[in-house]
């Protein structure tokens, strides 16, 4: 008896320990997790994983867009953060290395004479967003379908030929026109970039040997300041355009001297703008040693897709042929993309608007049906010149910075389009003309600075417009310092949310529409309505507002 007691006591015992923490969770589970795991003697239950596949697959998508957010933030702080250190790092002096009181003294001593700029632009080694974005699949199908949009052209041109000539027509008659006098055009831009190679930099090391034995320094910095002056206005200014108009080019001949003359005004303005500091400031610490850049790196610099100078700039190890022949081959293909937008949707249009009556209801028609060709040739200037062509030259060069353009299409304001179309030429306008405005004139010039800067962007616009189509019509020019100014201070950065990009992209549609319909109606004006022996002030004088008249 006292033996099957024994035997009863342990078998209680036993069911009693065999409750452990395991077995406890068991009996916790849900019971659905309970089902699924003892279903069907073994069997696994499908509907049941695939049911809970599916919401955690749900879960998953609820939490990914708060994830992404969370993420791009932490990751823009932290880059943030980290250029603003490099900054600071770079533009630290010695002065902070001593005592409190020593440093106290010189912020006194600062605040009471004119600060120079700040430092200046900091170069790093990233990629263009848009190499960034082909990466993604949605991405890349967009861009195929503008290379589809071109294949419709090329045979909507092939058919109608077909139809009327009874044959393929191949010929590029436009093109061969707009690019005619090429040997021109080269020996041009030849002579425009060696005088660049040799005079400003022969002029600064002249000045430079001789500013710190110089007994009147005003006077040495003065005589050489003038012959630089001298040599951007005639040299670089006077003589490119004068061939140019002597010449008769042709408009993307035009395009191609003058835009490279105003690009070697800037880089020659910013080759001396960032080294004279230099030298003064070695002069007045009585270093003994004057830098004076070699004459590779400026070479360098006249061929490196940036306008601010530097003696070096990150470079990449290697050189990516393949790249450089696609980015070459866009280029070529954008050209072919313009030709036949003009073909099929300008030319058609603009043939006979001089024979019509000047109306108000042909002028809105004219606008509106300009904004798809208008629209689509800026996307091409965007995407040839400062995407493929700037990149295909930084690849050739190992140029490492290609943050040409930030992503301007996502503005909701036309202070942040300014600054992210064209990151090339608003950092030059940013660090030589608004920066140096404020720094002679002082911070409290910031608007007049901003209208400065506006008016002078507009002029070089409308003057390099103007010598290339060979008449002066102010439209990009009122455009550019009237509507983008008011813009500009109107649509600001406090303008946030999709609706103020509507509004962004809207007025740029109708920005474009007017101007390739005023300009095309004035060039097709002034060909069929040509005038013996013209004055100056026909060339100044709208050709289009009366050419119906003589008709």
Sequence with gaps: MAGDDCVRKRQAG?????????????????????????????????????????????????????FMKEVDSHFTEFVNSLVAKSALLDSSSPASLFPASCAEKELHKAKNSRAPPEHGKIFTARRSLLDELFEVSHIRTIYHMFIALLIVFILSTLLVDFIDEGRLVLGFDLLVFVFGKFPVVFCTWLCMFSATVVVPYNLFVWWAQGYSSSSHRAVHSFFYGMLFTLFQIAGLGFGPTYVAVAYALPPASRFIVILEQVRLVMKAHSFIRENVPRVLSSVKDKSGTVHIPRISQYLYFLFAPTLIYRDNYPRNPTIRWGYVATKFAQVLGS???????????????????????????????????????????????????????????????????????????????????????????????????????????????????????????????????????????????????????????TLNDRRKGPFWNVIMWTSLFLGQGVIICLYSQEWYARQYCPTENPTFLDYLKPRSWSCHVKM
């Design 14 to 66: 036993s069911t009693a320990t065999s409750k452990t923490p395991e077995n406890e969770e068991t009996q916790r589970r849900p019971e659905s997790e309970r089902s699924f795991q003892n279903s069907s003697n073994g069997w696994v239950d499908m509907d049941h994983v695939v049911t809970r596949k599916m919401q955690l697959i749900a879960e998953a998508e609820q939490l990914k867009p708060a």
């Design 335 to 489: 050209l072919f993309y313009a030709y036949y937008i003009f073909v099929r949707l300008c030319i058609p249009q603009f043939r006979n608007s001089s024979q019509e009556t000047f109306n108000l209801r042909g002028l809105v028609l004219c606008i509106f049906n300009s904004i798809l060709p208008g629209v689509l040739i800026l996307f091409l200037v965007f995407f040839a010149f400062l995407h493929c062509w700037l990149n295909a030259f930084a690849e050739m060069l190992r140029f490492a910075d290609r943050m040409f353009y930030k992503d301007w299409w996502n503005s909701t304001s036309y202070a942040n389009y300014y600054r992210t179309w064209n990151v090339v030429v608003h950092d030059w306008l940013y660090y030589y003309a608004y920066r140096d405005f404020l720094w002679f004139f002082g911070k409290k010039f910031r608007a007049a600075a901003m209208l400065s800067v506006f008016t002078v962007s507009a002029a070089v616009h409308e003057y390099v417009l103007s010598i290339c189509f060979g008449f002066f019509y102010p439209v990009l020019f009122c455009l550019f310092s009237c509507f983008g100014v008011v813009f500009n201070f």
